[in-house]
């Protein structure tokens, strides 16, 4: 069984609609990467997966059971939703922003924490390299430092179902790999990781199956090598690309834009 999946999705914004249809079945132990142009659908379709928008027509499934039928509680332990630029308004400390995390787990903030949650909390700074930021207030992190204090939020709650939106948008290169390998060990203890990426190269090497929205529905969905195509992109993104082969891994470059 798929841990989380989506028959008949149609999404709506009042008259216009966003997504066209689309059924999708996800695996555990899998990352698969959702790419596409501004605008195709990507955040939408999380919002989706999350429960936080409502089908036009159409649902959504968690482990074969409807998600609108699940409790708040239950499906924020299940499913852990990392979301795009999280900004920050209150100087709430590092580590307590990550101890959010663990609130779908009863965590109460005003009350000592319990071993397990504080056990959760360090294992996730740890793994963001953010251990050093926990005593910081949130707003005065770089935007770089506060997604991976962001990120570190999201693997605390331990959720089956992973959903991360551009992660590594504002990280350097050193910290987009270490997250990326960060959503492969989650994959590797068996959570279902689906992630929204504009980086094509970076969906190209961690990703076990490529998803490409384009125009409302799904361009192609497969292995990285076959959804990357370049006739596949090229059309998606009005763009030219080359492909180089790295360490026997196919990169798509973007080369120039179509007229
Ligand atoms: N709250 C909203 N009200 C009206 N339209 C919206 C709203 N949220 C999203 N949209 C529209 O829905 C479409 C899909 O948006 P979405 O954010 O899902 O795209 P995306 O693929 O994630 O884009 P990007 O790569 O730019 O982040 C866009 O045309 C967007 O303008």
Known sequence: MSAIEVRGLVSRR?????????????????VTAIVGPNGAGKTTL?????????????????EGAPLAG????????????????????????AHDV???????????????????D??????????????????RSIDTLSQGERARIMMARALATEAPVLLADEPVASLDPAFAL?????????AARGACVIVVLHD???????ADRVIVLANRVVAADGPPAAALAADVIDAAYGVGFHHVLVDGVMQPVAWERRQ
Not at 99 to 116: E, F, T, V
Not at 200 to 206: H, M
């Open 14 to 30: 009042g008259e216009q609609e966003i997504l066209s249809g689309l059924d999708l079945a996800f695996a555990c132990g899998e």
């Open 46 to 62: 999380l919002r989706h997966l999350a429960g936080l928008d409502q089908p036009a027509m159409g649902r959504v499934e968690l």
């Open 70 to 93: 699940i409790d708040p509680g239950a499906r924020g332990r299940r499913i852990s939703f990392l979301a795009q630029a999280a900004s920050a308004y209150w100087p709430l400390r």
């Open 98 to 116: 990550v101890a959010l995390g663990r609130l779908p787990h009863g965590a109460d903030l005003s009350r000592p924490a319990r071993a397990a």
């Open 118 to 135: 504080t056990q959760a909390v360090e294992r996730a700074l740890h793994r963001v390299d953010g251990s050093a930021l926990a005593h």
């Open 178 to 186: 270490q997250a990326m390998e960060i959503l492969r060990a989650e």
């Open 200 to 206: 094509l190269g970076l969906a190209a090497r961690f």
